[in-house]
């Protein structure tokens, strides 16, 4: 005849052990977890801040080198006439305006203010460009070869920095054919530019200076540039304060979370008549 075996439970020691352990290993597990998402949230940021500073970059390239740009049917512009250095006045051109918003000009030569420098370059507008920085064409009667005067051909373009309405650093533009600014890129933060001078017409910068230091704009052949970009969400454990040098400038950027970026580059001006 078999007989039962008694089997014994567990104690009420190895119980609580057991839950410590269950609790210690689900900790460990959420720690894994949040710490992998800062670091998928930490990284997106990172890519996005990238990119940012990437596309903000392309298309201050793709305005500033164009600045001078004549086209084959008219004679060139001055080479003070390629950048905005003072207060600019609307032409008329059939019953039309090159310039929408004059006010959004004025005094648009600064050096290092709170949000760093501000550039502003001017092109004649035809068939093959005839769009500002914001997108807006310019009147085909405005054009090069239209009713307009040349001075009606001008097409304006100014960068600088500022914040958006969701308090976020941005790179901005006003354009001769817009009445507002318009956004070019998000979380940049300070902007510094830097005039390449031709002292002899030999065709090689003999030397970067400020917009102050430049006597003559005829002298510009390339324009050297760097943004400070931050990411859009705070995304380090601890804040942290950090100098960055800006070609010229040092910045120092504010006690907080967020990553940041330095990025440069040389723009060759294309049309230059020294």
């Not at 894994?32 to 990284?43: G, N, P, T």
């Not at 596309?55 to 049917?73: F, R």
């Not at 510094?192 to 430049?214: R, T």
Request: with cysteine; glycine share 8%; aromatic share 6%.
């Amino acid at each position: 005849m078999n007989k039962w075996q008694q089997q014994a439970g567990l104690t009420l020691i190895e119980m609580m052990i057991a839950m410590v352990l269950g609790i210690l290993l689900s900790v460990g597990t959420a720690t894994v977890y949040f710490s992998s998402q800062r670091a998928s949230l930490a990284q997106g940021q990172y890519l996005a801040l990238e990119d940012n500073g990437r596309v903000a970059l392309e298309i201050l390239t793709q305005i500033i080198e164009h600045a001078g740009y004549v086209s084959i049917n008219a004679s060139p512009l001055a080479g003070d006439d390629r950048f905005i250095t003072s207060t600019i006045a609307a032409a008329s051109c059939g019953g039309q305006s090159n310039v929408l918003d004059t006010s959004l000009f004025n005094n648009k030569k600064t050096e290092n203010s709170n949000t760093g420098d501000s550039i502003g370059v001017v092109y004649l507008g035809d068939s093959n460009l005839n769009r500002d920085c914001s997108g807006a064409q310019l009147p085909t009667a405005c054009q090069v070869g239209g009713v307009g005067t040349v001075e009606a051909s001008k097409i304006y373009n100014h960068f600088s920095v500022g914040m958006n309405s969701d308090n976020i650093p941005v790179l901005n533009c006003a354009g001769s054919r817009s009445t507002a600014l318009v956004e070019i890129a998000e979380g940049v933060e300070n902007l510094q530019v830097l005039y390449g001078v031709d002292n002899n017409a030999d065709n090689q910068v003999d030397q970067y200076v400020n917009a102050d230091n430049v006597s003559a704009w005829g002298r510009v052949i390339s324009v050297q540039l760097a943004i400070l970009v931050r990411s859009l969400s705070k995304v380090k454990k601890q804040k942290e304060s950090k100098t960055f040098t800006l070609l010229d400038n040092t910045v120092l950027s504010v006690n907080d979370k967020y990553q940041r970026a330095v990025f440069s580059t040389i723009v060759r001006l294309r049309n230059v008549q020294l």
